[in-house]
């Protein structure tokens, strides 16, 4: 298994949907999860955090599943905004949290 | 006021020629890392100092080599460039090598002709 898989897509969603990506992770004992988010010929940015309980920000919910080594993000009432692609990010552990693993995102086109 | 910054923005440069990108951060993080991002999208560790250290290594040629003059500062110096080195160059920083978010400067955008 890859360290971070994502399903590539593209996703093409009308304005308005609801859109969900998941993302599975190698090693069972990492630490720290997130979704950064990355704009067409921009850097990556954190979009947010990736907690065991979950967590909910505005329109965007992100889950933790450890047992089965998933990351899910929801986006709902998806704006044009929203267009970009959505990276997974999983901080392993031991030496290997030097470094955060990056999946290879997932590109989301809402359409009007 | 720029979190992470990286000059040049853009490099066209012919093969064979030596170049560098220059990265600061005023963030008064600990650990810089260098990212390669290719044109498949893939964005791919290089090198991480952590307070001026060399802490991460990942198998790049040779040709690219890092140096961080202190822990603001963490520059990449590619020497014989050949056309597989185009991509864009992203550097980041972290508050220390176990911190959470990074931040990513602008990218630098390299193409060898």
């Known amino acids: 298994r890859k360290e971070v898989e994502q399903d590539p897509g593209p996703f093409n969603v009308p304005e308005g949907a609801t859109v969900a990506f998941n993302c599975t992770y190698s090693n069972s004992a990492s630490q720290s999860f997130f979704w950064y988010r990355q704009d067409c010929r921009k850097e990556p940015k954190l979009l947010m955090s990736?907690?065991?309980s979950g967590n909910e920000d505005g329109r965007f919910t992100a889950q933790l599943n450890r047992a089965s080594q998933y990351i899910s993000l929801l986006i709902r009432d998806s704006k044009l905004s929203d267009s970009a692609t959505y990276l997974c990010v999983v901080n392993p552990p031991g030496a290997g949290s030097y470094q955060l693993t990056f999946g290879k995102g997932t590109k989301l086109s809402v359409i009007p | 006021d720029t979190a992470v910054s990286q000059t040049p923005k853009y490099l066209v440069t012919q093969m064979g020629n030596d170049k560098s990108i220059k990265c600061e951060q005023n963030?008064?993080?600990?650990?810089m890392y260098w990212y390669k991002q290719d044109s498949k999208k893939f964005l791919k560790i290089m090198f991480s100092y952590n307070n001026k250290e060399l802490i991460i290594n990942e198998t790049v040629p040779n040709r690219f080599s890092p140096k961080s003059p202190d822990k603001a500062h963490l520059n990449l110096h590619i020497n014989s460039l050949e056309l597989g080195d185009s991509a864009v160059y992203f550097c980041a920083s972290r508050l220390t090598a176990w911190g959470e978010t990074q931040y990513f400067g602008p990218g630098t955008r390299l193409l060898v002709l």
């Open positions: 963030l008064g993080h600990d650990t």
């Open positions: 990736v907690y065991s």
